[in-house]
């Protein structure tokens, strides 16, 4: 067997298909192992360049690769899928991801560390947490409407549903029904606990690190999206420009352009979508604070007077995106447009 120089490694859970090539693009290797085999596998091969997408454990693997002096570069899979010959199967991907590793333009996805993803995790638990919330509470309201206890929007409405709930002496719920409900409130109850205590977490998060602080200061940026900002993007210089980073994210319109005239539409459904949310949301909160006590940007003003208010949301955020990337890589802090001009 030749020196392997490209491996393409279609991972999964137990199965891993490995498609190695030499210096001249010649087929050397052409494997299937099990998840046991794959780390002993590559601690024979001399130090070579390894592509793996960037898909659920890809950031596990790059990192026990690069422990054995591999020079691993994760990709998404979208830009992989087009050097899939014909038919789909283990094979064809792994072939596929090397071919796709060793192009000069391609674009790599930069590996994270193992507190990152930990972030991470908190983030998807606290997401996951405040699903559950809603739907808990969405239940208790649901049930009650059908004894005719309806009770108004927010969180007041919801107490008082639950204190009807508590209270053994309102006849209007059968007692059958009531065990049930109370189930469903000491869920709510431990719910809303734990999602207090990832707050919390995130928060801390947040504040541990200076990158997360000079974030804050950014009009629409709290703890949270500061925390996801950090633990997403693992090396900002991986971006040319603001633009790509708000490319990234997905806060650009998509374009259908051809013959030399540009067509573009309104944001698609790719990119980093949470990230996207938190952006959008803090826009939002910008938007509403201007139309009530006024502001010092001119440029948000004139927007809002030719645009709705969630077009000029997706814009404000897009330029967030690109404030965001340039504090991360100058090392800057957050200067009012106002006070800069003064």
Known sequence: MGRVAVVGLDIA?????????????EVVVRQRLRRSRVLPFFATVEPCRIGIEACASGHYWARELRALGHDVRLMAPSYVKPYVKRQKNDAAD????????????????????AEQQSVMVLHRTRLLLMRQRTRLANAIRGHMA????????????????????GDASDERVPPLARGCLRLLVTQLQLVNA???????????????????????????????????????????????????????????????????????????????????QMLVVGALAVIRYAQRHGTRRPWLVQLLARRTTKVAAVALANKTARIIWAIMTNGERYREPGGQAA
């Open 13 to 25: 859970k137990s199965v891993f298909q490995v498609h190695g090539v030499d210096a001249d693009g």
């Open 94 to 113: 792994a072939e596929a991801i090397c071919e796709a590793v060793s192009r000069p333009t391609m674009r790599f996805v930069p590996v994270k560390t």
């Open 146 to 165: 059908e004894y005719g206890i309806v009770a108004p929007i927010g969180r007041e409405g919801l107490q008082r549903l639950i204190e009807m709930i």
């Open 194 to 276: 734990q999602a207090l205590e990832t707050d919390r977490q995130i928060k801390a998060s947040a504040r541990s690190t200076e990158v997360g602080r000079r974030l804050m200061e950014i009009p629409g940026v709290g703890p949270v999206l500061a925390s996801a900002i950090v633990a997403s993007v693992a090396d900002p210089g991986a971006f040319r420009c603001g633009r790509n980073l708000a490319a990234w994210i997905g806060l650009v319109p998509r374009q259908n352009s051809s013959g030399g005239k540009d067509r573009l539409g309104g944001i698609s459904k790719q990119g980093h979508r949470y990230l996207r």
